[in-house]
């Protein structure tokens, strides 16, 4: 019964601990796809320092965010986004390109970041 038991709680914390991480990286991803939208909108707009803005706040989070997404993603799409928001920042770091777009970097961190959201979703034919 014990090892019943114990079994019981080690499937239960497991499938807590990958609902919680789904969770965690869906809040994450949405949160980086709307700031990256809000420059997109500013860089649209001709609005090219609070498209910066928006665009560094967005590579911020990705940043504080990476490390959770090393442990739950397949490291072919890791490396993807990875090198998106390398670039971004890059660009970011040029200071005299005042009027560079980032529109093109930008729909590809937020294709790569929804990409992300619906591959992750639980499926009833991979749970079964």
């Not at 939208?37 to 967005?58: F, L, M, P, Q, V």
Request: charged share 30%.
């Amino acid at each position: 019964m014990k090892r019943t038991v114990i079994g019981v709680i080690l499937i239960v914390t497991a499938v807590l601990t990958s609902v919680a991480g789904c969770l965690d990286m869906t809040a994450t991803s949405k949160r980086i796809i709307n700031q990256l939208n809000t420059a997109k909108a500013y860089c649209n707009a001709g609005d090219y320092e609070s498209c910066r803005k928006s665009a560094e706040i967005a590579v911020e989070d990705w940043i504080k965010a990476e490390r959770r997404y090393k442990v739950y993603l397949n490291h072919e799409e890791l490396d993807e986004l990875e090198l998106c928001f390398d670039m971004l920042k890059e660009k970011l770091g040029k200071e005299n390109d005042k009027e560079e777009k980032y529109c093109d970097l930008l729909n590809e961190g937020i294709f790569r970041l929804r990409h992300i959201i619906n591959s992750q979703k639980p499926k009833p034919s991979e749970i079964f």
